[in-house]
Nanobody, 124 residues
Framework: QVQLVESGGGLVQAGGSLRLSCVASGVTFSHVFMGWFRQAPGKERTFVATISWGADSTLHADSVKGRFTISRDNAKNSVYLQMTNLQPEDTAVYYC?????????????????WGQGTQVTVSS
């Protein structure tokens, strides 16, 4: 059974930073692309970032480019999202997800496994 468990969310002031972590189990971690999505209150879930199997390729949404960085450590079955210069509009539940598809997938439908989410709240 595949499990993805996120951690690292919390309350932070605008301009602050947080680092989200996601640990995977039940899957050959080095064989899946990993992604981060977020869902703000009353809105649909949207793509944030994705990273290839070997961490040699990444893709970030325009809204977070230059502020957020996705990374992974295959030895620890973990993917991370370093978030800097956080703004109130970044407030959301953040989800990590795993995909068996290659090609830096951006759509929810390309991901096979999801975590339960971690809340990030940014105050102004």
């Amino acid at each position: 059974q595949v499990q993805l468990v996120e951690s690292g969310g919390g309350l932070v002031q605008a301009g602050g930073s947080l680092r989200l972590s996601c640990v995977a189990s039940g899957v050959t971690f080095s064989h899946v692309f990993m992604g981060w999505f977020r869902q703000a209150p009353g809105k649909e879930r949207t793509f944030v970032a994705t990273i290839s199997w070997g961490a040699d390729s990444t893709l970030h949404a325009d809204s977070v480019k230059g502020r957020f960085t996705i990374s992974r450590d295959n030895a620890k079955n973990s993917v991370y999202l370093q978030m800097t210069n956080l703004q109130p509009e970044d407030t959301a539940v953040y989800y990590c997800a795993a995909s068996r598809y290659a090609g830096l997938p951006r759509s929810e439908s390309s991901y096979h496994y999801w975590g339960q989410g971690t809340q990030v709240t940014v105050s102004s």
